[in-house]
């Protein structure tokens, strides 16, 4: 009995006090106002990889982040990067994000131990005062973060470089302070020498389609964007299905895991290298290119296609990248293969209802069943439709279910409520 007691107190005494080492963390105490960037290899299949560390050095002489939310809340996305004072052991900074990486994964390629893949990522953290362990980590089957690679970084031993601008960012949008702002640069892919009219016209056209669409068009004055202009020898990008093969400023390209229109860059050191200098929290690639295409990953990057779709694709695609919001269609793909038979996704616009209770069900209407039938007939006036839980998600027919009818993630209506809230509380992460 007396050994429980004391066991009881510490535990008091403890919980409080871990929790309010966080709360304390003052930004000017650890960190500097400039960027850490940590270029490192992931090397492996779905069953085992490793991260080797290339370099760090200093991105920007700003940190373009927030100084006063450095932990992520946000429970989404498969991977996460964790900051701990080496001497104190608290928590600094966190933020999770997903990988190309993890994408590859759920390719035939990726299940197939034999079929090991490398993928440049990049990081981008505040530039610590004090020596920090940077915890690369990754979820486990209990879809709980454990430490997969640990760097040590003492600003006393590393000297790093400073990376200079390659270009001159173009304030398409500018709201000032970067440090409570949505900082999104748009990279100009694809263009040629004589393409310098057009990059222009198309930054102009993709500010209006970003400002144009809620939830961004009621907060355009919470968004900071930047344009990135790297004119190529020659315009397009690479489209193997077209025997296209283009030099491009990213090195961008169709047909990534042998999916169409899954248009991507695994030249993700080569992209920052473009970046140097602008203050960003988000990448958004703009491709000169007129084939239906796009893609993004959770705090990675996003990718849209200049052409006749690209106002729909372009929200759509920064769901993903800033909202960390999941496709909410389906698509019998055999070269894609995720499941959700035991776990509940992390995602927050899909469930496989194993546990509704964390995602929207406080926002079902007294009554609806579950699961819930879609209406009959096709969408009106882009409308969502009532919240319940519709099976069909997640690229699965069976099994995974979405809020609405319709929604920007799964036909381009608008974003429904489930998907929406997400996307303000991560605007709010940026800006409060
Ligand atoms: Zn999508
Ligand atoms: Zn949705």
């Known amino acids: 009995m007396k050994r429980f007691w004391l066991l009881a107190i510490t535990l008091i005494c403890l919980l409080p ?12 105490d650890y960190f500097n106002n400039a960027t850490l960037r940590i270029d490192y290899l992931r090397i492996g299949c779905m069953k085992h990889d490793t991260c080797i560390l290339q370099r760090f050095a200093i991105q920007n002489d700003i940190w373009a982040g927030s100084t006063t ?3 992520d809340p946000i429970d989404n996305g498969d991977y996460r990067l964790l900051v701990v004072d080496s001497k104190s052991r608290t928590e600094l900074y966190s933020r999770c994000y997903n990988t190309l990486f993890g994408e590859y994964c759920f390719t035939i390629a990726g299940h197939d131990k034999d079929s090991v893949a490398t993928f440049e990522e990049v ?4 530039l610590p005062k004090v020596p920090v362990e940077i915890c690369l980590q990754k979820r486990d089957k209990n879809n709980q973060f454990v430490t997969t690679t640990t760097y040590h970084y003492n600003p006393t031993d590393n000297r790093l470089e400073k990376l200079r601008p390659r270009v001159k960012p173009l304030a398409l949008h500018n709201n000032g302070d970067p440090h409570t702002r949505i900082d999104i640069v748009i990279v100009a892919e694809g263009y040629g020498k004589q393409d310098q009219r057009k990059m222009r016209e198309d930054f102009d056209k993709f500010t209006s389609y970003l400002l144009g669409e809620e939830p961004f068009k009621s907060r355009a004055d919470q968004f900071n964007l930047w344009g990135i202009g790297f004119l190529a020898n020659e315009s397009g990008v690479t489209d193997p299905n077209a025997n296209r093969y283009v030099s491009s400023a990213v090195g961008s390209t169709y047909n990534i895991f042998n999916m169409d229109r899954y248009l991507m860059t695994t030249h993700l050191f080569q ?7 602008c203050p960003y929290d988000h990448i958004l690639i703009m491709a000169n290119c007129d084939t239906y295409g796009g893609g993004a990953i959770y705090n990675y990057y996003a990718f849209s296609a200049v052409q006749e779709m690209s106002r729909f694709i372009l929200p759509h695609e920064l769901g993903h990248s800033i909202g ?26 899909i469930t496989s209802l194993k546990d509704f209770q964390s995602k929207w069900q406080y926002l079902v209407p007294q009554g609806t069943p579950i699961p819930t039938t879609a209406p009959k007939g096709p969408m009106t006036n882009r409308d969502c439709g009532p919240v319940g839980a519709y099976e069909g998600a997640g690229y699965l027919a069976k099994g995974c279910y979405r809020p609405c009818p319709h929604c920007m993630m799964r ?3 608008y974003f429904c409520p489930v998907c929406m809230k997400r996307m303000n509380e991560i605007f709010d992460l940026y800006t409060k």
């Open 324 to 349: 960390g919001l999941a496709d909410e269609y389906v698509e019998d793909d055999p070269n894609y293969n995720r499941r959700y038979e035991n776990i509940e996704p992390t995602e927050p616009n």
């Open 411 to 413: 036909d381009y209506a």
């Open 69 to 71: 939310q450095l932990m």
């Open 123 to 126: 990081m981008l953290m505040p």
């Open 271 to 277: 992209l920052h290298n473009l970046l140097a200098g």
């Open 17 to 28: 006090l871990s929790a309010s080492a966080q709360r304390n963390v003052r930004f000017k």
